[in-house]
T-cell receptor, first 114, second 115 residues
Framework: KNQVEQSPQSLIILEGKNCTLQ??????????LRWYKQDTGRGPVSLTI?????NTKSNGRYTATLDADTKQSSLHITASQLSDSASYIC?????????????FGRGTQLTVWP | EADIYQTPRYLVIGTGKKITLECSQT?????MYWYQQDPGMELHLIHY???????EKGDLSSESTVSRIRTEHFPLTLESARPSHTSQYLC??????????????FGSGTQLSVL
């Protein structure tokens, strides 16, 4: 069964600290993996995409990693800011059809305290 | 910022009412989607469209219907709302080219409460 599991479910950190969010998936075949950020009361916004051949990709203070062998991805946030408080959703796409199917994780709810 | 708009943002209605959730995008995207999201749960696909006059049901069984008469407009209708329909409804669009690394652009959602 194709699944996407995220951990932790929720996380509280102090402003300025770093944190790492995890995403494990069983989706096969694999096409790509995206991390989305969803602010409260808003729709998700794409942060970064990882394809099969990519190991690491950065977008400002966000760095995503992908290990396609172990089917794991992480999102590392450096020097957290209050505006980083949001839900971070891992979404995996398969190559099972020409249009691809998306599998969503339940998200990690990050709270950054001053 | 994504140019995809949903109205209303919040809706509280009584059981049995007919409602239409509006979704419009100005990006010219062919593919559009409706997702349902409950707190702490993953997004569930309820409808999608490949283009004008194309609509398909998603993974989650839904009593709603959709239409796609114009590229930019993808409304969702509930003929008779029930308390079980209480949820957040998110509309999204993408460029939809076959084989593309699909990136979804989401609206801000409609929070529906059925009393």
């Amino acid at each position: 069964k194709n699944q996407v599991e995220q951990s932790p479910q929720s996380l509280i950190i102090l402003e300025g600290k770093n944190c790492t969010l995890q995403c494990n998936y069983t989706v096969s075949p694999f096409s790509n993996l995206r991390w989305y950020k969803q602010d409260t009361g808003r729709g998700p916004v794409s942060l970064t995409i990882m394809t099969f051949s990519e190991n690491t990709k950065s977008n400002g203070r966000y760095t995503a990693t992908l290990d396609a062998d172990t089917k794991q991805s992480s999102l590392h946030i450096t020097a957290s800011q209050l505006s980083d408080s949001a839900s971070y959703i891992c979404v995996v796409s398969d190559r099972g059809s020409t249009l691809g199917r998306l599998y969503f994780g339940r998200g990690t709810q990050l709270t950054v305290w001053p | 910022e994504a140019d995809i708009y949903q109205t209303p943002r919040y809706l509280v209605i009584g059981t049995g009412k007919k409602i239409t959730l509006e979704c419009s995008q100005t990006m010219g995207h062919d593919k559009m989607y409706w997702y349902q999201q409950d707190p702490g749960m993953e997004l569930h696909l309820i409808h999608y469209s490949y283009g004008v006059n194309s609509t398909e049901k998603g993974d989650l069984s839904s009593e709603s219907t959709v239409s796609r008469i114009r590229t930019e407009h993808f409304p969702l209708t509930l003929e008779s709302a029930r308390p079980s329909h209480t949820s957040q409804y998110l509309c999204a669009s993408s460029e939809g080219q076959r084989g593309a690394l699909e990136k979804l652009f989401f609206g801000s959602g409609t929070q529906l409460s059925v009393l």
